[in-house]
């Protein structure tokens, strides 16, 4: 198995993150400085590490604002947070939101479909997910808070802040 995160050029401003820092501040909290916003896809199947660098650079990502990693992951149902965001430090929080087991992910159906597209024949499972790094010193109810108003719906999505 397979994790992707997609990642915005230094260059490039991260619009996901920004707008998600405003939505914040509308709440009143005021204390972080900066969001860094990545979509997560988990691949697994019987494909090689080029098919999945393939699906990564050619579907998943722009090739001219965005750059992502590839990484092995053990379980395609498990939130396995894994920080590839280089210098984390100790006032960076980091929340991973995928679907909950058995919730339809239209994104991830759409890309098996489109890994198809591809030339890749190997039957793929797909699970997509977001990624949010919050830089600034924050507690676990005030994030808490922030997943539950703003990023995640609970009744079909799980959570995991670290």
Known sequence: MFRIEVFMKKCFKNPKGSQVLS????????????????????IDGDVKIEDVEKIASELL????????????CSDLNSINVN?????????????????????????????????????????????????????????????DTIVTKLLANTLVQEYEIK
Do not use: M, Q
């Not at 939505?23 to 988990?42: F, H, M």
């Not at 722009?62 to 590839?70: A, G, H, I, L, S």
């Open 23 to 42: 939505d914040i501040s509308w709440l009143g909290i005021k204390n972080i400085a900066k969001i860094e916003y990545c979509p997560l896809y988990l």
């Open 61 to 72: 990502s722009d090739k001219v604002t965005e750059f992502c990693t590839v990484s092995r």
């Open 83 to 143: 920080s590839s965001v280089p210098s984390l430090s100790s006032s960076v929080s980091i929340i991973e939101i995928w679907y909950k087991k058995g919730v339809t992910d239209t994104v991830a159906e759409s890309i098996v479909k489109a890994v198809k597209d591809l030339g890749i024949t190997k039957d793929v499972k797909v699970k997509a997910g977001h990624k949010y790094c919050l830089y600034g010193t924050i507690s676990r109810a005030i994030l």
